[in-house]
């Protein structure tokens, strides 16, 4: 009997032995979890920084592209104009008239930002010496332009 209740808690002590073990590697991967857990934290609180400093930079990007746009509404011209207002207004175009400069990618691709209004102004009714007021050129120049702004073949 004394045999029998020896084995029995060899046995159980075995197998608290092995549970042991189970426990420390549980600890052992909930402490590693918890840090993976703070890095990834970390790394979302940065993400959602960069986040609010994009937005933050696209509302006053759409803003400077509003008006550079209006600029040109009101009869200035682009001849001083960089690539990156090119950029600006055409962001800006892209949602006051996104159906219109959808269809203008969907027919041309993806062209420079100056092709893109070329383009834009176009569609909205402004003919060649209109065009060339706001680029800066003569109207031929202008035709030239849009006649080498390749439309994509379907």
């Known amino acids: 009997?004394?045999?029998?209740?020896r084995k029995r808690l060899i046995a159980v002590h075995n197998r608290l032995k092995a549970e042991k073990q189970s426990l420390e590697?549980?600890?052992t991967q909930i402490k590693s979890l918890k840090r993976e857990s703070a890095k990834k934290s970390d790394r979302i609180e940065r993400l959602n920084n960069d986040i609010m400093?994009?937005?933050q930079?696209?509302?006053a990007n759409a803003q400077c592209g509003k008006e550079?746009?209006?600029?040109?509404k009101n009869g200035g011209t682009t001849i001083t104009w960089t690539k990156q207002d090119y950029e600006l207004c055409m962001a800006y175009c892209k949602i006051e008239f996104a159906e219109t400069m959808a269809e203008i990618e969907r027919c041309y691709g993806n062209i420079a930002p100056r092709k893109q209004l070329i383009m834009l102004l176009q569609h909205l009714n402004y003919d060649y010496a209109a065009i060339g007021r706001v680029l800066?050129?003569?109207?031929d120049s202008v035709r030239k332009n849009i006649a080498r702004i390749t439309p994509l073949t379907k």
């Open 68 to 72: 550079l746009y209006h600029h040109i």
């Open 25 to 27: 590697q549980a600890k």
């Open 1 to 5: 009997m004394l045999h029998r209740t």
């Open 53 to 55: 400093v994009a937005s």
């Open 136 to 139: 800066g050129i003569n109207s």
């Open 57 to 59: 930079s696209s509302a």
